[in-house]
């Protein structure tokens, strides 16, 4: 009953902003842009948050990533496999037709064929489910293999699209055809690394959006898009370069949004593989594969300096892959200290008293500071005798190489995308197979932690989900999988006179922008 009286409540709120701005438009400032306009294709940030402006899942996550009602309005366990979910009625797609039961069954059944060919798809949020059944136009009845507690979790992720378009393949969304949604906007065209525009959805379930039009542009370079909000030329953007927040704060005509993400910047390394590209020990062998280097590689790193100094204080250390306050956190896990003596030590420990060579890959244009962070962790590697070389690439090249397996030592950028420690243990760390592991660029991979993870997600008492969580990363954190460095700090600049609530998951949702 809270969740049905809560969205009646934004229901109600959201119906007053037509007639405070009824025909105004937006225009917002990116920072990365949207690769796809499948929104069952790829599972990254900024594919992620477009999707979100023009589709509903059965449930959305709100702006901490807790999960409220959007096309379902209520869900119930029948027994330890099988989940209810009561659909919301009267609601309409883009193109008019009626959102149904039917749409639900055949959207959950497109994610294979979205998945074909995804660097990093969404089959992991729909791999337990073993049949979806329309039971009468507003009922799904969906059944697991096993006990799967995170279903409405992993369903927020997954957008419902008409059910006449299930066979619409990727490729053909990316041409504009079936980018049809329940949300708030609909979709009028994108041009890649570009633009996207986006236009008022006035029969929303929720309520019409304050905005008429909205153009969400794309500024990858930081100082061209604080140009752009400083000129006049967006109302807002997102992702504030470090160096000039405070320039904005200044600003009598702006205002900065800041809260803390869900995002941690961490180093993957290929534990899979005995001789590696770029990774390279005076016997040929690939050093990262000895759990003793990578604690070195991680005590050398002084994440206070890269925060304080590379971030302008917009960040915190991380030794472990969720913040704190998340579904899963483990508090007796502590950050790695900054120690190059011991780093020193371990090295020699493991066979490299003078080092090895490493070519260190990282992003130049996808996260705050990322070639800056990139160029610091290299100094960090070299000072404990790693004779380390740092090349940085654009996202659009970085990412698919590094899918690849083209390096041996990458950075990346990881969200909480479910809410709660499985929802990026599993993607970055399980043992990478069809539909596990998908993000798992360094193939790490331990059967102890791919069992507890397992034994989590069947696991329906939240207080034994929550240990066996623990215990899956400690499991991780012990073997450095992945080396944590920090979680970002998420912003946006706004004109004064608009006001946006700000989100964990660093999406920038059109739908939340709100005229003062």
């Given at each position: 009953?809270?969740?049905?009286?809560?969205?009646?409540?934004?229901?109600?709120?959201?119906?007053?902003?037509?007639?405070?701005?009824?025909?105004?438009?937006?225009?917002?400032?990116?920072?990365?842009?949207?690769?796809?306009?499948?929104?069952?294709?790829?599972?990254?940030?900024?594919?992620?948050?477009?999707?979100?402006?023009?589709?509903?899942?059965?449930?959305?996550?709100?702006?901490?990533?807790?999960?409220?009602?959007?096309?379902?309005?209520?869900?119930?366990?029948?027994?330890?496999?099988?989940?209810?979910?009561?659909?919301?009625?009267?609601?309409?797609?883009?193109?008019?037709?009626?959102?149904?039961?039917?749409?639900?069954?055949?959207?959950?059944?497109?994610?294979?064929?979205?998945?074909?060919?995804?660097?990093?798809?969404?089959?992991?949020?729909?791999?337990?489910?073993?049949?979806?059944?329309?039971?009468?136009?507003?009922?799904?009845?969906?059944?697991?293999?096993?006990?799967?507690?995170?279903?409405?979790?992993?369903?927020?992720?997954?957008?419902?699209?008409?059910?006449?378009?299930?066979?619409?393949?990727?490729?053909?969304?990316?041409?504009?055809?079936?980018?049809?949604?329940?949300?708030?906007?609909?979709?009028?065209?994108?041009?890649?690394?570009?633009?996207?525009?986006?236009?008022?959805?006035?029969?929303?379930?929720?309520?019409?959006?304050?905005?008429?039009?909205?153009?969400?542009?794309?500024?990858?370079?930081?100082?061209?898009?604080?140009?752009?909000?400083?000129?006049?030329?967006?109302?807002?953007?997102?992702?504030?370069?470090?160096?000039?927040?405070?320039?904005?704060?200044?600003?009598?005509?702006?205002?900065?949004?800041?809260?803390?993400?869900?995002?941690?910047?961490?180093?993957?390394?290929?534990?899979?593989?005995?001789?590696?590209?770029?990774?390279?020990?005076?016997?040929?062998?690939?050093?990262?594969?000895?759990?003793?280097?990578?604690?070195?590689?991680?005590?050398?790193?002084?994440?206070?300096?890269?925060?304080?100094?590379?971030?302008?204080?917009?960040?915190?250390?991380?030794?472990?892959?969720?913040?704190?306050?998340?579904?899963?956190?483990?508090?007796?896990?502590?950050?790695?200290?900054?120690?190059?003596?011991?780093?020193?030590?371990?090295?020699?420990?493991?066979?490299?008293?003078?080092?090895?060579?490493?070519?260190?890959?990282?992003?130049?244009?996808?996260?705050?500071?990322?070639?800056?962070?990139?160029?610091?962790?290299?100094?960090?590697?070299?000072?404990?005798?790693?004779?380390?070389?740092?090349?940085?690439?654009?996202?659009?090249?970085?990412?698919?190489?590094?899918?690849?397996?083209?390096?041996?030592?990458?950075?990346?950028?990881?969200?909480?995308?479910?809410?709660?420690?499985?929802?990026?243990?599993?993607?970055?760390?399980?043992?990478?197979?069809?539909?596990?592991?998908?993000?798992?660029?360094?193939?790490?991979?331990?059967?102890?932690?791919?069992?507890?993870?397992?034994?989590?997600?069947?696991?329906?008492?939240?207080?034994?989900?929550?240990?066996?969580?623990?215990?899956?990363?400690?499991?991780?954190?012990?073997?450095?999988?992945?080396?944590?460095?920090?979680?970002?700090?998420?912003?946006?600049?706004?004109?004064?006179?608009?006001?946006?609530?700000?989100?964990?998951?660093?999406?920038?949702?059109a739908y939340e922008v709100r005229p003062e």
């Amino acid at each position: 009953m809270k969740h049905v009286a809560s969205a009646a409540i934004l229901a109600a709120f959201a119906a007053l902003a037509p007639s405070l701005v009824s025909a105004q438009a937006l225009t917002i400032g990116l920072a990365a842009s949207t690769t796809s306009m499948d929104p069952q294709f790829y599972v990254v940030g900024p594919n992620s948050a477009m999707a979100r402006n023009i589709f509903d899942g059965l449930v959305n996550q709100d702006d901490k990533q807790q999960i409220q009602p959007a096309l379902a309005v209520s869900w119930s366990v029948i027994d330890d496999t099988t989940w209810e979910f009561k659909l919301r009625e009267g609601v309409k797609f883009h193109d008019g037709s009626d959102f149904t039961a039917e749409d639900v069954v055949a959207s959950l059944n497109r994610v294979p064929l979205a998945s074909k060919n995804s660097p990093s798809s969404f089959m992991p949020y729909v791999k337990a489910i073993t049949s979806v059944e329309a039971v009468d136009p507003l009922t799904v009845r969906i059944t697991t293999a096993e006990p799967t507690p995170l279903l409405p979790n992993d369903l927020s992720r997954i957008a419902i699209l008409p059910a006449e378009d299930a066979e619409v393949t990727t490729e053909e969304m990316n041409a504009g055809k079936g980018v049809i949604g329940t949300g708030p906007f609909r979709f009028v065209s994108w041009v890649p690394d570009s633009e996207v525009k986006v236009a008022r959805n006035d029969a929303y379930w929720a309520g019409p959006a304050a905005w008429e039009d909205v153009t969400f542009k794309i500024f990858k370079n930081n100082s061209a898009r604080v140009a752009a909000m400083l000129s006049g030329d967006v109302d807002m953007i997102e992702s504030i370069p470090t160096a000039d927040t405070r320039r904005l704060k200044s600003s009598d005509d702006l205002k900065v949004v800041s809260v803390a993400g869900n995002r941690v910047m961490y180093l993957h390394m290929d534990q899979g593989r005995e001789v590696s590209p770029f990774a390279t020990g005076p016997d040929g062998k690939n050093p990262l594969r000895d759990a003793r280097v990578r604690r070195a590689l991680s005590l050398s790193l002084n994440r206070e300096a890269i925060v304080d100094r590379i971030m302008d204080g917009q960040g915190v250390p991380a030794g472990q892959l969720v913040p704190e306050g998340y579904f899963g956190y483990d508090p007796s896990i502590k950050v790695d200290p900054y120690d190059p003596a011991k780093a020193k030590e371990l090295l020699a420990e493991a066979g490299y008293p003078d080092g090895f060579k490493l070519t260190f890959h990282a992003s130049n244009d996808r996260y705050p500071n990322d070639s800056r962070v990139a160029q610091a962790i290299g100094q960090f590697f070299s000072r404990i005798g790693i004779d380390t070389s740092v090349e940085t690439l654009p996202a659009s090249v970085y990412f698919s190489r590094a899918s690849n397996l083209e390096f041996s030592f990458i950075m990346g950028g990881a969200a909480v995308e479910t809410g709660e420690a499985s929802g990026v243990l599993g993607p970055l760390l399980e043992t990478y197979g069809d539909s596990a592991g998908r993000g798992n660029r360094g193939r790490y991979s331990n059967p102890e932690f791919d069992a507890t993870l397992q034994q989590a997600r069947q696991t329906l008492d939240d207080a034994t989900r929550r240990e066996l969580l623990q215990k899956a990363t400690r499991i991780a954190m012990t073997d450095l999988g992945v080396i944590p460095v920090f979680y970002l700090a998420n912003t946006w600049a706004l004109e004064d006179g608009i006001d946006y609530p700000g989100r964990s998951d660093g999406y920038t949702l059109a739908y939340e922008v709100r005229p003062e």
